[in-house]
């Protein structure tokens, strides 16, 4: 059974950092493209970031350019998002998820459970 687990969350200052982590149990992430996801309360789900199977390819939504960069661990099985010059409007929860596809999907079929990420003062 293929399982992603997000974990890193958490509470911080506007301008703070975090760095999420989302690990997979059951599978290898060697020919998975991992997306990262997030959905603000009352707002649709939003593509975030997203990064190949071979870590070649990356793609960023306009909103979080120059501040998130996503990375990968494939020895680990693990894929990061770390984030920098964090915004309250970057207040969501983050889910990763994975599909087994050459460069990044437009659609992901496995998904975590979530991360909770709040920016605030």
């Known amino acids: 059974q293929l399982q992603l687990v997000e974990s890193g969350g958490g509470l911080v200052q506007p301008g703070g950092s975090l760095r999420l982590s989302c690990a997979a149990s059951g599978f290898t992430l060697d020919y998975y493209a991992i997306g990262w996801f997030r959905q603000a309360p009352g707002k649709e789900r939003e593509g975030v970031s997203c990064i190949s199977s071979s870590g070649g390819t990356t793609t960023y939504a306009d909103s979080v350019k120059g501040r998130f960069t996503i990375s990968r661990d494939n020895a680990k099985n693990t894929v990061y998002l770390r984030m920098n010059s964090l915004k309250p409007e970057d207040t969501a929860i983050y889910y990763c998820?994975?599909?087994?596809?050459?460069?990044?999907?437009?659609?992901?079929?496995?998904w975590g459970q979530g991360t909770q990420v709040t920016v605030s003062s």
């Open positions: 998820a994975a599909e087994l596809t050459t460069g990044c999907p437009q659609f992901f079929r496995s």
